[in-house]
């Protein structure tokens, strides 16, 4: 079978086919078989020519978080027909100019008002979580279009907090 | 003996605190917030009660009901952990008058240290050496501002009531300093419930060198040698380490003796820190008393071989130090790592959320101090501090390399945590060698980017990822048969256990 | 330094040697039966290759195909654990010829130690008190008849090749002899694949008590004081602890220098131990020399502060021995409990199956060298340790309060296990009182029957059960529901979560 | 709900509802509120009356394994009508006749014949398991009636070995 896998925005193709009691990989480059075991739901045992990997596994929603030999991946199942690299694309512009909550937190301060003009790196508005600060700064010139929220509010991970615009719209 | 203790944290220090009761068979007493009802301090105490909804403020904040609290268990006496209530000296006083024993110094003591404006004079005055600093209070901002040009740029803002970097800014324009004493004086507020800050001179590239002391209540003082705690990023600690690269045997004892006298000169009881800042030259400036069990005690503990939770609740009770100065031995090498729920590669951005997965560290000289568990949540509200891993080693380089094994060992899904940054860290060159500094992240991890991962675990992962996809649509086809084997234990004999080829 | 070592083991000891190899920077192959694929040492080696059927004579013990698997995977090295090869001294030759080296003494001495009736006649001569006992290998039946009734009843059946209890027997009388013979040949035969024994006069309610030793290539020797192993059921250790309580300085500075001597006039290199009974007039005899490392070395290392797996691999590299003598100090006390597979309220039957559930114990002072985990199965082959817990404090009553503690943090699901009789027996007032013989569990636990368990524990796992049963009720009515919620992590803010009430 | 469950051959009822945000445990004696969760997949936090416990739970087809303060239970659902008790007293009977494997193991002897008298206490065979030879004794005094295994066969628990049969028969 073919997997096609998203790991930090890069499309990965892997095949897996079942023969016997192994697995035969093929990588693009390469391929070999591998000795493939659910140890226990959260890990999985690979051998491969000999050599032994101990990968942890769990799972959650389309999210896949892995870990082997200290290093962490994240890996998902890429959206309908490769669309996702695209809507990336799209979806890093539109950050610029929306700006959200880095992580789940309150809203200590909001530093500007709607039509304000803003520089780079200004100081946006302070969310706190886990008892740290954290400034959350304008990447762009321009200005600020509207504001969601308001000081005290609890928002969510990725939670639109303002929205910019830039200045060359003008 | 103590015969109830209140336990007034949450997190691994509460687990650590609720295992030296045990050992002491004395019954230990959660406290939690609504948040908390499922965190790991709350199970593993003989009781737990909810003192308030999952702020701070309403709940570990709350004195009143924590007193009551313990009042209504029975408990004769309350643990304060560190952050929180541990070094609020209204607090202690409040305890004290309830007659109920407070686990740290007497409030006094802890009043005075607690208040780095009028401890900084007394030690100026008993012949300490201090940071050039700010003398009092400041009144207005105007007064900030001219303190700050008395001192000279860079200077740094500290907060009067705490520790652990909160509230703690660098300043190096007097541009800089309105909006970042506003800050500092905002996460103190928020942290320790009380704004005041003062100035001190910013030392460059200092190490962070404090030592652990123990008093009983009839004068008698040790200290347990020193612990460098120069690996900081947001003013805060994530590697400490015991013994010191930058002492040496002169230099250690000149500044355990300075420790102790601190410890007298402030009326100080129980287990306390006297932290020193070391430059370059090795000179070393008195910084604060930390009144509280520190996080990082551990690494004091593997090396001297004393349980210092113990000692505090022995001391509590009115017991004598068992030992005497000369009795205490370092031996070996420790190092501590802090495991926090945040991102390295975005600015340490705290991550909460939910604990998919957590494999612990093993093995020789290998201890894990931890709060957490698979599948716990971890709450927005409180410190981002996880978990400990300390190791111990006949020798330093020993230590370095049972780190970064332990650290690879050590799984943690679901949420960001610091584990792999550390790794780094301590395989750092820099580290190795021992040039530890408080500037060690910014110079050597500014520019901390997500690395490259090598293409062979990548493609493990991709396997990995196959299999359970593959694993997924067979378990499906044939859900009833696979149940079964899933949840079987071994009570038939067969297939290629007896002998056979698989 | 050694290149690449193969673990010719299996289980908690093999995983413990991969942790020293990774700390030491040195790649680890384990190798593994059929029935061992998903144990733990395969996982976590650097390579892992399959060895042979289940049956540890047709894999573990496959002297041929161990060495041609170090061959083909470029080892240079073979560490033997305990058990199977580990005190073969033809294993140790053949490795010896074709230049791999075997990670324990050198063939010779191996030989020499391993023949327990040359060993004992060795000692005799250099001057090292024995137990009485057979002087040679009797021909047949009616020899060891005579030197039974010469020796005089009790005697004791020992393995000639053997030790940790495999093919000891005690015989009363005459009558006993023959079967006790041939069930202690046939243990011994699939133990160590020699069916030798031979007798000696059984010393009653002795103390076991032995002395870890270190020796270079060089000739340099050092002991790391003892231990004592009396806690023992079927003639094998449970519990092990040092210091002992039955010696003296005195008295250990003297067995001491007994267990170098010892060690000298066998040409002995790398790590062994020196086995000898302590009878009630603290008089000592020389039992054997246990070749190998052994399954209690972690007290040692707890309190002298030394990594024996290390220095067995430094010593093996042709390393000098890093310490003296008078360098090696005992600090605090540290026992040791095995975690074995067995029913105690039967007999001590075997449990073999799969684990359901693991929950480690930890906690500053405790450590856990362990070979499963949560999941695993424990197969009929092998012998049935699965793990040991370690403590260490500052003293020994600490040390037993804090592995009281940590057997009831030990949680093993699904099969039966010796953690609750082990802390039974810690907690036992002779225990405690340091009286502790080699006849303690027939003493004190001979009539181990199950014990009514408290009503309130009964209680709570009705309720448990109960609840279970509701959720499974409940689960299935919203099973898709209840499956969104187990899974999801917490991406939603909502609920109690902010700051509401539950 | 009423609950019934047997815990060493003895068996207990218990009954639990939902109330809210807890649950009413009547236990025969007392009834009170308990807080409970699943804090994961086994594990159960069970709070009464502000004590705190954590019980560790297995299941395993229709037994439940559970360990709390160090002390272990083995639950399992009653059979149908109570009928369980009455079967144990007569399995309990059988059990001395058919001598089984008391767990999974390999024979390494069979010390009687077909036919052949025996005492009680008298070893019948040998089964080995996890490198320990373990003595099957006869638990009563009669005869051998049928032997099912031979030496080097592996046996799981509970297989029959030997059937045997009284003295007082003849």
């Not at chain 2, 408990?75 to 000296?89: K, Q, T, V, W």
């Not at chain 2, 120069?230 to 420790?259: F, W």
């Amino acid at each position: 079978m073919e997997f096609e896998f998203l790991i930090d925005n890069a499309l990965h193709k892997i095949s897996l086919e079942k023969k016997e009691n192994t697995f035969v990989v093929s990588d693009g480059e390469k391929t070999y078989e591998a000795d493939i075991r659910f140890i226990s739901p959260n890990i999985i045992s690979i051998i491969i020519e000999g050599r032994s990997y101990r990968v942890y596994f769990a799972r959650d929603r389309e999210k896949r978080f892995l870990s082997l030999e200290g290093q962490q991946f994240t890996v998902q199942e890429p959206l309908e027909g490769g669309e996702s690299l695209q809507k990336d694309e799209i979806r890093s512009r539109e950050d610029e100019l929306m700006v959200k909550a880095p992580m789940p937190g309150k809203v200590i301060k909001i530093d500007v008002s709607e039509k304000e003009e803003v520089r780079k790196n200004q100081t946006l508005a302070v969310v706190e979580a886990m008892k740290m600060e954290n400034e959350i700064k304008s990447t762009i010139e321009g200005y600020v279009k509207k504001i969601f929220v308001s000081a005290g509010e609890l928002v969510d991970s990725e939670k639109p907090l303002i929205e910019l615009e830039l200045k060359s719209k003008e | 003996m103590l015969k109830k203790i209140l336990i007034a944290n949450r997190g691994e220090i509460a687990v650590r605190i609720i295992k030296a009761c045990q050992e002491m068979g004395i019954p230990s007493v959660a406290v939690y917030s609504e948040a908390d009802r499922d965190s790991l301090h709350v199970q593993l105490a003989n009781e737990a009660v909810c003192i308030g909804p999952a702020p701070a403020i309403e709940s570990y904040l709350n004195m009143g009901r924590i007193i009551r609290t313990a009042h209504e268990v029975g408990a004769d006496s309350i643990h304060p952990g560190y952050g929180f209530l541990a070094e609020n000296a209204e607090f202690a006083r409040r305890c004290e008058k309830e007659k109920i024993v407070f686990i740290g110094p007497n409030s006094k003591a802890l009043a005075l240290v607690g208040d780095k404006v009028r401890s900084r004079q007394t030690m100026e005055k008993a012949g300490v050496p201090i940071i050039p600093g700010m003398k009092g209070i400041a009144k207005d901002f105007a007064e900030f501002e001219s303190e700050a040009k008395k001192i000279g740029y860079p200077v740094m803002i500290k907060a009067s009531a705490g520790g652990g970097g909160k509230g703690m800014r660098v300043v190096h324009d007097s541009e800089e300093l309105k909006s970042s004493l506003e800050a500092g004086m905002r996460e103190a507020k928020s942290a320790f419930g009380d704004e005041s800050v003062y100035l001190e001179k910013f030392i460059e590239e200092p190490r962070h060198v404090e030592f652990q002391a123990l008093a009983d209540n009839y004068g008698n003082i040790v200290h347990l040698f020193e612990r460098e705690c120069s690996i900081q990023r947001r003013h805060q600690k994530i590697v400490e380490e015991t013994p010191s690269q930058a002492l040496d045997p002169k230099l250690r004892a000149r500044m355990g003796e300075t420790a102790k006298k601190v410890i007298k000169v402030s009326g100080y009881n129980n287990a306390g820190t006297v932290e020193f800042l070391l430059d370059k030259d090795k000179n070393f400036y008195f910084l604060e008393v930390n009144a509280r069990l520190q996080v990082e005690h551990p690494v004091t503990e593997m090396t001297t071989g004393t349980d210092l939770v113990h000692q505090q609740i022995l001391i509590a009770s009115g017991e004598k130090l068992p030992f005497s100065q000369e009795e205490i031995i370092q031996r070996g090498h420790s190092i501590e790592c802090r495991i926090y729920a945040e991102d390295p590669n975005q600015d340490f951005l705290p991550s909460s959320g939910k604990v998919l997965f957590l494999q612990d560290p093993v093995g020789p000289g290998v201890r894990h101090d931890c709060g957490i568990y698979s599948g716990c949540e971890v709450p927005i509200y409180y410190d981002p501090i996880l978990a400990k891993v300390i190791v111990w080693a006949e020798n330093r380089n020993k230590a370095c390399l049972r780190m970064i094994n332990a650290l690879d060992d050590y799984v943690v899904l679901g949420i960001k945590t610091t584990i792999h940054f550390l790794k780094e860290v301590i395989s750092h060159p820099q580290f190795k060698a021992g040039n530890t500094t408080t500037s060690f992240i910014k110079m050597y991890f500014d520019e901390q980017e997500a690395k490259k991962k090598p293409d062979e675990n990548l493609k493990l992962a991709l396997i990995a990822s196959a299999f359970d996809s593959l694993d997924k649509t067979q378990v499906r086809k044939t859900a009833e048969h696979k149940d079964k084997e899933v949840f079987s234990p071994w009570l038939t004999l067969g297939k290629w256990r007896l002998g056979g080829k698989k």
